[in-house]
């Protein structure tokens, strides 16, 4: 079983920038691809960032695309996702996700998820 913890949310201006970190334990960290999750109130969750098993591909959503970056160290168990120019649309509880090997942007394909931290963008 593997168990996902997330930090690093807060509250940032407009513009501003944060790095979500995710630390996994209870598996072997190297055979999963980890995604970034994020849920806005009254939208559904999506899909913000993947990651392969190795991080040697990654994907991300349009609406995030040269502003946010994931990264994965094997060696310490955790995945990154830093946010740069952050726009009042970016707030959301931001989860990470993982599931064996090869990333997908879809929720229901991940088989462990961490309990989110609130990310808030403010004017």
């Known amino acids: 079983q593997v168990q996902l913890v997330e930090s690093g949310g807060g509250l940032v201006q407009a513009g501003g920038s944060l790095k979500l970190s995710c630390v996994a334990s209870g598996g072997t960290f190297s055979r999963y691809a980890m995604g970034w999750f994020r849920q806005a109130p009254g939208k559904e969750r999506e899909c913000v960032a993947t990651i392969n098993w190795s991080g040697g591909s990654t994907w991300f959503g349009d609406s995030v695309k040269g502003r946010f970056t994931i990264s994965k160290d094997n060696a310490k168990n955790t995945v990154y996702l830093e946010m740069n120019s952050l726009k009042l649309d970016d707030t959301a509880v931001y989860y990470c996700?993982?599931?064996?090997?090869?990333?997908?942007?879809?929720?229901?394909?991940?088989?462990?998820w961490g309990q989110g931290t609130q990310v808030t963008v403010s004017s």
């Open positions: 996700a993982a599931r064996s090997y090869f990333m997908t942007m879809t929720p229901s394909d991940y088989s462990y």
